[in-house]
C-alpha cells in the first residue's frame, strides 16, 4: 500500500492553493496559539473548499473538548490530531462525539519514551503519531531515533513526523513496517513559517 503523505502547518491562502494542485492525503492546520505556525482567524472557507480527496487536519494541543469540536465544526474537518497529553479517556469521550472523523494522537519520542502508555488509547483512536519529543511539540526540524519504534507493538497503523525532509527519502524506504500509514512533513519544507516550498515537496512526493 502507497504511504500517504501529510504536510503540516499550513495557513496561507496562495500556499494552500498551489499545495491543493499537489493533492496530499492530508493538509494539517495548527491550532494552537502558541506555534509560529498558528492559523490565527484563518477563513474557514480556505479548509471547507479542500477536494474530498485532501483531508483537513486540525492540530490541537491540550484544548477543552467544546472549543476543539466547535473549531472542527466551522472548518469541517476531517481529521483531528491531538498534540498534547490528553488521556485515553478524552479521546474515547472525543471520538464518541465525532465518530466521523478521524482521530491521531500524536506522541514526542525519545530513548526513554514508553510505548506501553498507548495501550489506553487502542480502540480510540485511528492512528498514532510518532514524532520527535520537544517542549514546543512539534515543528523542532529534528528527527528522533526510528530504531526505537521496533518497540512498538500495538497493531495501531502510524504517522511519522519529526525533521523529514527529502534527505531522508531512502531511509523511509527502509522501513518495512506495514502500520506506517503516511509521512507527516512540515518545516524541513518551508520558506518561512508556515509557507511550504511546494517545487521540493512535489520532489519529495514523487521519490515518495
Keep these: 500500500m502507497r504511504v500517504k503523505l501529510k504536510v503540516c502547518g499550513m495557513r496561507e491562502p496562495g500556499n494552500i492553493e498551489a499545495l491543493t494542485a499537489l493533492a496530499p492525503d492530508y493538509m494539517g492546520f495548527i491550532?494552537?496559539?502558541?506555534?509560529?505556525r498558528f492559523v490565527g482567524g484563518m477563513d474557514p472557507a480556505l479548509v471547507q473548499?479542500?477536494?474530498?480527496?485532501?483531508?483537513?487536519t486540525g492540530v490541537f494541543v491540550n484544548e477543552n473538548q467544546e472549543e476543539?469540536?466547535?473549531?472542527?465544526?466551522?472548518?469541517?474537518?476531517?481529521?483531528i490530531q491531538l498534540h498534547g497529553s490528553?488521556?485515553?479517556e478524552f479521546c474515547r469521550c472525543l471520538k464518541s462525539q465525532i465518530p466521523d472523523i478521524?482521530?491521531?494522537?500524536?506522541?514526542?519520542?525519545?530513548?526513554?519514551?514508553?510505548?506501553?502508555?498507548?495501550e489506553q488509547y487502542q480502540g480510540f483512536v485511528d492512528y498514532f503519531l510518532f514524532d520527535t519529543q520537544t517542549a514546543a511539540h512539534g515543528g523542532s526540524g529534528e528527527t528522533f531515533n526510528w530504531a526505537l519504534l521496533k518497540?512498538?507493538?500495538l497493531p495501531v497503523p502510524y504517522f511519522l513526523s519529526g525533521g523529514i525532509g527529502l534527505d531522508q527519502v531512502a531511509q523511509l524506504k527502509e522501513i518495512m513496517d506495514p502500520r506506517l500509514y503516511a509521512v507527516d512533513v512540515n518545516s524541513r519544507f518551508e520558506i518561512s513559517p508556515a509557507y511550504k516550498d511546494i517545487d521540493q515537496l512535489t520532489t519529495f512526493k514523487n521519490q515518495l
Design 102 to 118: 478521524e482521530l491521531i494522537k500524536a506522541f514526542g519520542v525519545n530513548d526513554d519514551f514508553n510505548f506501553e502508555l498507548l
Design 31 to 36: 491550532f494552537y496559539q502558541k506555534s509560529k
Design 86 to 88: 490528553e488521556s485515553g
Design 151 to 153: 518497540q512498538y507493538k
Design 49 to 56: 473548499m479542500l477536494p474530498s480527496g485532501i483531508k483537513a
Design 68 to 79: 476543539l469540536l466547535r473549531i472542527a465544526r466551522r472548518y469541517q474537518l476531517k481529521a
